[in-house]
């Protein structure tokens, strides 16, 4: 079981750090994903992990600004949000997989496990 937190509402410019705690264990096994979605729009991809955390990948929108990172150790993955612009503003999901491959690690939809939200709100 996942949980996402540390959402809230920040000025453009500003930054954000998003926590993703697994209840269970967070092995090396498993590849961790950041997703996020507007309302009105459709889930999209923000950044991943591979499993063991020794590759990652993000989105073009975030690339420079968010980083992903991992505390197997902790059973937690984090997402550090920095220079936050308006169109950051969605919920903002984790999700895991054992069994994803690399090549498919931005599709929502090779994901089994998904923690519940957190929402990001960025004010111009």
């Known amino acids: 079981q996942l949980q996402a937190s540390g959402g809230g509402l920040v000025q453009a410019g500003g930054s954000l750090r998003l926590i993703c705690a697994a209840s269970?264990?967070?092995?090396?096994?498993?590849?961790v994903g950041w997703f996020r979605q507007a309302p009105g729009k459709e889930r999209e991809f923000v950044a991943a992990?591979?499993?063991?955390?020794?590759?990652?990948t993000y989105s073009d929108s975030v690339k420079g600004r968010f980083t992903i990172s991992r505390d197997n150790a902790k059973n937690t993955v984090y997402l550090q949000m920095n220079s936050l612009k308006p169109e950051d503003s969605a919920v903002y999901y984790c999700?895991?997989?054992?069994?994803?491959?690399?090549?498919?690690?931005?599709?929502?939809?090779?994901?089994?496990?998904w923690g519940q939200g957190t929402l990001v709100t960025v004010s111009s």
């Open positions: 992990s591979s499993r063991g955390g020794g590759s990652t």
């Open positions: 999700a895991a997989d054992r069994t994803v491959i690399w090549g498919r690690i931005a599709r929502s939809d090779e994901y089994d496990y």
């Open positions: 269970g264990s967070f092995s090396r096994n498993y590849a």
